[in-house]
């Protein structure tokens, strides 16, 4: 599954998705992100990864990932078990991941 990624910013940046599971599929794709989320803490560069899965509908997930900048994404995204995953044919449609910069206190 060809997914596509938002203007990514060069600094600190947060991303923010919704993963959807073929019907039925969100076991298999649980699995699948309890090895990235081990895999993906501890990579450089990640300050923070967080994969929740829905109290309503469990095929869809929703995925709170933090990043020191760009160069820290594209290395993750480039690791095999990603691409792996963008592969598996689990997904019901790609993810719209958000970019977003984190608010920082007044």
Request: net charge negative; hydrophobic share 40%.
């Amino acid at each position: 599954m060809d997914m596509q990624f938002p203007v990514l910013p060069e600094d600190e940046f947060v991303l923010y998705a919704t993963v959807c599971a073929v019907p039925n599929g969100g076991d298999d794709v649980e699995r699948h992100l309890r090895g990235l989320l081990k895999l993906t803490l501890r990579e450089p560069g990640t300050l923070d990864y967080v994969i929740s899965r829905d109290d309503i509908n469990p095929d869809t997930f929703h995925v709170y990932e933090k990043y020191t900048g760009r160069e820290a994404f594209e290395k993750h995204i480039a690791s095999q078990e990603f691409k792996d995953f963008a592969a598996s044919g689990l997904l019901a449609k790609p993810p719209a991941p958000k970019a977003l910069k984190p608010l920082r206190p007044l």
